[in-house]
């Protein structure tokens, strides 16, 4: 099976409305790996791998977030796969 890897940042309404934990459900959901934490600019950093079609569907629904975000803006950028297992929720 081949494995993508994509680095986001995410702007917007994004911390203090439960988009880590909606983000690592989702994750579970499509069966893809890596990690979600808040940084101190008020933006959301997460790294995702696995499937392709799995991490797009994720990448797309960051554009959405859970329902209280207002996303202005994600930034993706593709790297090599480290074999991430698991998806975890972190700072």
Do not use: C
């Not at 099976?1 to 309404?13: E, N």
Request: hydrophobic share 40%; proline share 4%.
């Amino acid at each position: 099976m081949r494995r993508v890897r994509a680095h986001l940042k995410i702007y917007g309404r994004v911390q203090g409305v439960g988009f880590r934990w909606s983000m690592q459900r989702e994750a579970r959901k499509l069966g893809v790996s890596g990690w979600v934490r808040n940084l101190p600019d008020g933006t959301v950093e997460a790294v995702i791998e696995g499937d392709p079609e799995r991490v797009e569907a994720l990448i797309g629904w960051a554009h959405q977030g859970p329902l209280l975000a207002r996303v202005t803006r994600v930034d993706v950028k593709w790297e090599e796969p480290e074999g991430l297992e698991g998806f975890r929720v972190t700072g």
